[in-house]
């Protein structure tokens, strides 16, 4: 049972654009959603990360927005550029003892 | 450089053959996860150390997987008798693990597991 489901699988953009990737989560408990990027060949990097008391967290051209009710989060990289180009992983933890992620979502920013 | 670090990072075995992947995490981090991630999927949890402690492990660490920290800082993951279907990037990942506002986890590279 997929814990934490990603859409969409992948995304291209025009630079200069918005990108938008969604994660929806039915565990109740969760209490940690991160979001990762990962280059080929090397592993996932935090992006930026959100705790449930919060609807939105901003740091630089990215943000979280977070909606508890729905239980759904998602991702948005404003002003998208070509060095973007890379997977997105969600994930979703309960005090840091098991993470779980998402299926990924390919980003191709087109210059 | 004081990320986390994994070694090897490639290797390549035959079918049936024992392997055994090392990893050391961000100096002080308590907590110490293993992942397995195919082509195309996000990581998958396999198990995770508090210290020294195995306090999770996933229903994908089958009996011929076993991992250790023995004294807390550095882990090994070890693969008996390995299958095809082991093949896979395995991913470490170390977090500090002492306050709710520090789940963060730090990566390493990985190492990516060809079973032939």
């Known amino acids: 049972q997929q814990q934490v489901k990603q859409s969409p699988q992948s995304l291209i953009v025009q630079k200069g654009g918005i990108s938008i990737i969604n994660c929806a989560y039915e565990?109740?408990?969760?209490?940690?959603f991160p979001w990762y990027q990962q280059f080929p060949g090397k592993g996932p990097a935090l992006l930026i990360a959100?705790?449930?008391?919060?609807s939105e967290k901003k740091e630089g051209r990215f943000t979280i927005s977070f909606n508890k009710s729905a239980k759904q989060f998602s991702l948005h990289i404003m002003d998208s550029q070509p060095g973007d180009s890379a997977t997105y992983f969600c994930?979703?933890?309960?005090?840091?003892?098991?993470?779980?992620f998402g299926t990924g979502t390919s980003l191709t920013v087109i210059p | 450089d004081t990320g986390v670090s994994q070694d090897p990072r490639h290797k390549i075995t035959k079918r049936g053959q024992n392997v055994t992947f090392r990893c050391d995490p961000i100096?002080?981090?308590?907590?110490l996860y293993w992942y397995r991630q195919t082509l195309g999927q996000g990581p998958e949890f396999l198990t995770y150390?508090?210290?020294?402690?195995?306090?999770?492990k996933s229903r994908l660490l089958s009996d011929r997987f076993s991992a250790e920290r023995p004294k807390g800082s550095f882990s090994t993951l070890e693969i008996q008798r390995t299958e095809q279907g082991d093949s896979a990037m395995y991913l470490c990942?170390?977090?500090?693990?002492?306050?709710?506002?520090?789940?963060?986890?730090?990566f390493g590279p990985g190492t990516r597991l060809t079973v032939l």
């Open positions: 150390f508090q210290n020294e402690a195995q306090l999770e």
């Open positions: 994930a979703a933890s309960n005090t840091g003892n098991q993470f779980y």
């Open positions: 990942a170390s977090s500090p693990g002492q306050l709710r506002n520090t789940d963060t986890q730090y």
């Open positions: 959100i705790r449930p008391d919060v």
């Open positions: 565990n109740t408990a969760f209490d940690y």
């Open positions: 100096s002080e981090h308590n907590r």
